[in-house]
């Protein structure tokens, strides 16, 4: 009788356990941005886009440098991985230290199922920037969600491109 209660207790701690793993580390919502400039792909999942206080002692991402005048498009997919439905209120804006304010380039109510996807997507046109008075320099990215707000800075730079070096054919002996 009693190593049946022990091989009982023991199989319920598993199971306990196992039940916490998966729902700490399933569970809840996730978030991706997708930055696509040319050709890069740069792909930022929750686990970079959350910035413990404890590990890092600023809550903004490493830049991310972009050639000034390249149209820069956005992915943003948020994952709900709850029971419940997912209601919130997505805002992106473009934050610069010269401007008077911030660029809205988003703004959308959604409500995601549970266990299902929704992706935003939208672009940043330099000539629509340049309108607007942006000039290269460093810039914040600012996206709020439902009280979560993530901030990557982007630092549009103005070098020319490099050219490539052509290699000097050896002279025959």
Do not use: H
């Amino acid at each position: 009788m009693r190593k049946n209660l022990y091989l009982i207790l023991a199989t319920i701690c598993f199971i306990a356990l196992i039940s916490i793993i998966v729902s700490g580390g399933y569970m809840g919502v996730f978030d991706t941005l997708y930055i696509t400039s040319r050709t890069d792909q740069l792909m930022l999942g929750t686990a970079e886009l959350m910035q413990p206080e404890a590990t890092l002692p600023y809550d903004y991402m490493p830049a991310r440098q972009i050639t000034w005048g390249t149209k820069t498009s956005f992915t943003y997919e948020l994952e709900n991985r709850r029971f419940s439905p997912y209601e919130a209120r997505v805002e992106v804006t473009f934050w610069g230290d010269s401007q008077p304010g911030p660029l809205l380039l988003l703004s959308q109510d959604i409500i995601i199922e549970p266990f299902k996807k929704v992706k935003m997507e939208w672009k940043i046109d330099p000539q629509d920037l340049n309108s607007r008075g942006f000039q290269a320099g460093l810039y914040t990215l600012r996206v709020n969600r439902g009280g979560v707000e993530r901030r990557i800075i982007m630092s549009y730079t103005s070098f020319p491109a490099k050219p490539y070096p052509v290699p000097v054919p050896v002279p025959p002996r």
